[in-house]
Each structure stands twice: as structure tokens, then as C-alpha cells.
């Protein structure tokens, strides 16, 4: 979901993207602060739809990068649905060390930001465009790197389908970061049999069931572009490159291209099985993981690297002394950075594809059945109250047609500090909001 540059002349690899790595576009004029948390530095690329600028916190003085997404422009570049689904992929892949994190992500009426890792070793592409083809042994260190990653993505239901040199980016320390997940699609929102149906990708990397707009797989996608990525690391080239897509088409069903030299057999083998027109005899990524030259010298993630949670660094507001709707208001963006994974008990969130009126209309109705007093906030938010509890709904729109809606627990009276909420009243909500869910995120 990266701006995208012009594309370069016939024979070249695609042109580079905006990525999150240190570049040395010119600065713009920038404004000093964006919403009292971070201090832009430096442009880094343009797009459409999106900037990407290097930012500094004004909490811990930590570099970041930062995406702006001007949601007036996404409308007609239909665009929205893939902002949801690179938040919501970015934020359950957390975890895995060859991943691009998001930190933060943060919306106004007219802008999401997104802020993530700022990658400061640059691009792959780059790096082999400058220096030339890698020798195996470097190869298959990023490729290892690259297919755990996309193995960690497939176990927890994500398909990356933009595979490229240029959304792999290097940390400070030589290590791959997969970025931009604009394409991602997540398993969970596809049918029974999880054959995607939509055309992406970049022609060079796409996979030929995509390219012929047939259903299609993700993970196999995934396993095709890691074979273009294998034969570009260890030649510099794309294996099919030509600015008629007819003709780079029958290339790829005829397998018509030159393997690089000189390499293994075994690197060939592999190169070979990935780069099969058909998907269902392609070699997939747990097959690939099981070769024998993938598992040369391949280091398993640590688990602590996976799965060890990091540290709150979203910011907290003092709450004494004010009630549930202040706390709303206390921010200049709408803060929607647990978008798809609630903290703790007294916070829980939903996605719908209803109206907003809708909605609101639904949680008054199951409100006032359950007990509840109805109380109308600022932003048209809504409160259901009960004692000295207050249960805040707030609606945000992402897409034309998807909602997600935040639901806060707060006490009013009391300090200000968010109050258990019993499991029982909790499932009561659950069920009469049920008709308006499209599912809840806990």
C-alpha cells in the first residue's frame, strides 16, 4: 500500500517504493508536531494517497516512520479496504523478528496515521542493484529470513501477495523486515475455501493465476514470489521481464527463462519448483522449509523474538476528574491503536457493515431493554450507564463498508479509572448487538 514511483525503463526491476528506510528525498515543509506526539524530520516518498515521512517521538526521542494516509483521496482509488487490511495484518504479526512493526496507528476526520519501525539499513533491492548478485551463502541467509516470515504470516491467517525486493527492508543490522501489507489479505474475511478471487501485485512477481484473474491460493502466491525473489538475489535479474505482459505471460507458462550461474543444483531444484505455473504441483513454503539447502545453517526464530510481548508505548491520560465522554475528546486524533486486540477486560471492539445510524440505533435499543440509562456524547458518541459505570460506544469508519466500533468501560465519580465489567453482562450486550456484529475483537 506503499506511494508508488514511476515505473523505469524495459529491462529494469520495478522502480523503488517509499518505504520506511532512511532516504534522502529533500525535505518539505513540514509542521513541527503531528498531534502533540511526534516531530517530523524528512519526507521520504510521495504517493496519490500517502506520504511517508521519518518522525522523531516526543516521548522517548525514538525514530520512527510515519505514513500519512489522506482519506479524501482513497474514495475513488478504492483504497480504504486495503488500509484496514495492512492495520489489522501489521498488528497480528507483531511478533516475528523479520517483520516490519507498527507502533501506533491514529486517525483524524481526514488522515490515518500509521506509525511503524523505521528500517535504517535500507532497501534489499538497493543494495543488490548496487553491489550486484549475492553469493549463495548471502542469499539464503534473507531467504531464510523471508520465508519464516511469511510462514509466521500464513500460520495467523495472512497472505502477503506483494512479495518484492523492494518490500524487504534491512534493520540497522543487516536483518530482513517484510513491509507493506496493502495487499494482505486476511483469511478469515475470504469464503469457506479461502480462494481469493481479486488481481494484485506487481506483474514481474505476480504468479500467473493471479496475472489470468482466476481464484487463487495466497500462500501459493506467496511461494511463487519467493522463487522470483531466490532467482533475483542470486542474479540480479528478474527471471521474466517484459513490458508486454502477453508476452512475459506465455514466458511463465512455457518456463521460459535463464537460470542463474553459477549456483547449485539444489538452489536450482528449488528455483525450479517454485516457479511452476501450477499452483497445485508448486512447491509450498512448509515444503520449502523441509529442503535441504533452506535448512543449511537456518536458525530457528528464538521464541522470546516471536512471541514476547513489548511494552506499552501508546500514551495514557491522567482520568481523575473528568467523566466518560471528556476522556473521548481528550485527544486531538481518534487513538486506534489496539484496532483489532483489546489490552484488557474493560475495553473490547467490534467490526460491522452497517450504518452508523444503524448501529447506534441497535445499542440504544439493547441499552435501554438491558437496564441501561442512555446518555448522547460528544462526536455522536453514545454512553450506556449503570451505577457508577459508563459503557462508551464510539464508531469509526474505515471503509465505505466496514465499521469498527470501540466499546470502553469507564468509571464516572470514582478517580476516573475503568471498572471490571461481569463476563455475564458482557455476553448479555454480545447478544443483543448481535445482528449488527460482524465480529468481535477481544
Not at 68 to 87: G, L, Q
Amino acid at each position: 500500500m506503499e506511494p508508488r514511483a514511476q515505473q523505469p525503463p524495459r529491462s529494469s526491476p520495478p522502480a523503488r517504493t517509499p518505504s520506511t528506510t532512511l532516504a534522502r528525498t529533500p525535505s518539505a515543509t513540514l509542521p513541527t508536531t503531528l498531534l502533540n506526539r511526534y516531530e517530523l524530520v524528512r519526507l521520504l516518498g510521495r504517493g496519490s494517497f500517502a506520504k511517508v515521512y521519518s518522525a522523531r517521538s516526543l516521548v522517548d526521542n525514538n525514530m520512527v516512520a510515519i505514513k500519512i494516509i489522506d482519506k479524501t483521496k482513497t474514495v475513488d482509488a478504492a483504497m480504504e479496504p486495503r488500509i484496514i487490511c495492512e492495520i489489522s495484518a501489521m498488528r497480528r504479526l507483531q511478533h516475528h523478528p523479520n517483520i516490519l512493526k507498527i507502533h501506533e496507528v491514529m486517525a483524524t476526520k481526514t488522515k490515518i496515521y500509521l506509525v511503524m519501525e523505521l528500517a535504517l539499513g535500507g532497501e534489499l533491492f538497493s543494495k543488490v542493484l548496487q553491489r550486484g548478485k549475492l553469493k549463495e551463502s548471502k542469499a539464503r541467509w534473507f531467504f531464510q529470513q523471508l520465508v519464516s516470515a511469511l510462514h509466521f504470516c500464513h500460520q495467523n491467517g495472512v497472505a502477503h501477495r506483494d512479495v518484492k525486493p523492494q518490500n524487504l527492508l534491512l534493520d540497522e543490522n543487516g536483518n530482513l523486515k517484510v513491509s507493506d501489507f496493502g495487499l494482505s489479505a486476511l483469511a478469515e474475511i475470504q469464503n469457506d475455501s479461502c480462494v481469493l478471487q481479486t488481481a494484485c501485485g506487481t506483474p514481474a512477481f505476480t504468479a500467473p493465476e493471479v496475472m489470468a484473474r482466476r481464484g487463487y491460493e495466497g500462500p501459493k502466491v506467496d511461494a511463487w514470489s519467493c522463487g522470483v525473489i531466490l532467482f533475483f538475489l542470486l542474479s540480479a535479474k528478474l527471471p521474466f521481464d517484459d513490458s508486454n505482459l502477453a508476452v512475459m505471460y506465455k514466458k511463465i507458462h512455457k518456463r521460459d527463462y535463464q537460470m542463474p550461474t553459477p549456483i547449485s543444483k539444489s538452489a536450482k531444484s528449488i528455483i525450479t519448483q517454485l516457479l511452476d505455473p501450477n499452483p497445485t504441483t508448486r512447491m509450498s513454503i512448509e515444503q520449502l522449509m523441509n529442503h535441504s539447502w533452506f535448512m543449511k545453517n537456518y536458525e530457528l526464530p528464538t521464541q522470546s523474538s516471536v512471541f514476547e510481548l513489548e511494552n506499552n508505548k501508546f500514551f495514557k491520560f491522567d482520568n481523575s476528574g473528568v467523566n466518560a465522554f471528556d476522556i473521548i475528546s481528550l485527544s486531538s486524533g481518534l487513538d486506534l491503536s489496539g484496532l483489532f486486540e483489546a489490552t484488557n477486560r474493560t475495553e473490547k471492539r467490534f467490526t460491522s457493515a452497517e450504518k452508523v445510524e444503524r448501529i447506534m440505533e441497535r445499542v440504544r435499543e439493547v441499552g435501554g431493554g438491558l437496564g441501561y440509562r442512555i446518555e448522547e456524547g460528544k462526536g455522536g458518541a453514545i454512553g450506556l450507564g449503570k451505577g457508577r459505570v459508563v459503557l462508551v460506544f464510539e464508531v469509526l469508519e474505515i471503509a465505505e463498508r466496514l465499521m469498527v466500533v470501540e466499546v470502553k468501560v469507564v468509571g464516572v465519580g470514582c478517580g476516573g479509572g475503568g471498572l471490571e465489567f461481569e463476563e455475564d453482562e458482557w455476553g448479555q450486550l454480545k447478544d443483543g448487538l448481535q445482528d449488527v456484529v460482524l465480529q468481535w475483537h477481544n
